[in-house]
């Protein structure tokens, strides 16, 4: 395409208040859009906060030979112990960052997790 006359169709669309633009001739297309033409990005508030896995490893709810369930709806207190992920050479310790209901539990028992995956999802 001919960029002559692409620079000729930008400087005439800065005189328009269009914001699209689309030429063809020949197979050939050009299509030019402002920066009012680009979609708004969504604005949305979440009231629930995300518990990560501290890295990469096997999530268990409790230490060996210690119960902890955890269901959907529960109340969790900051600091609550959530679960654990175990390393080769560590077990890192999970615990809730705030006081609210426990909305969402992706965790599962013997599961292998990435670092930074959602375990749980907490709602103050």
Same mark, same amino acid.
């Given at each position: 395409?001919? /960029?002559?006359? #692409?620079?000729? =169709?930008?400087?005439?669309?800065? /005189?328009?208040?269009?914001?699209?633009?689309?030429?063809?001739?020949?197979?050939?297309? #050009?299509?030019?859009?402002?920066?009012?033409?680009?979609?708004?990005?969504?604005?949305?508030?979440?009231?629930?906060?995300? &518990?990560?896995?501290?890295?990469?490893?096997?999530?268990?709810?409790?230490?060996?030979?210690?119960?902890?369930?955890?269901? *959907?709806?529960?109340? %969790?207190?900051?600091?609550? =112990?959530?679960?654990? =992920?175990?390393?080769?050479?560590?077990?890192?310790?999970? /615990?809730?960052?705030? /006081?609210?209901?426990?909305?969402? %539990?992706?965790?599962? *028992?013997?599961? &292998? =997790?990435?670092?930074?995956?959602?375990?749980?999802? #907490?709602?103050?």
């Amino acid at each position: 395409m001919d /960029t002559k006359l #692409i620079s000729e =169709v930008t400087n005439w669309m800065k /005189t328009t208040d269009l914001a699209e633009f689309c030429y063809e001739e020949n197979g050939n297309c #050009i299509e030019i859009k402002t920066q009012e033409a680009l979609p708004e990005p969504a604005a949305y508030t979440c009231s629930l906060t995300a &518990v990560t896995a501290p890295a990469v490893g096997i999530y268990h709810a409790a230490d060996k030979g210690k119960n902890l369930t955890l269901t *959907e709806g529960q109340t %969790v207190q900051e600091g609550d =112990v959530l679960g654990l =992920v175990e390393t080769v050479s560590k077990k890192h310790t999970i /615990t809730a960052p705030l /006081t609210g209901k426990l909305r969402k %539990v992706t965790a599962q *028992e013997g599961a &292998v =997790v990435e670092f930074g995956l959602p375990l749980f999802f #907490i709602e103050k």
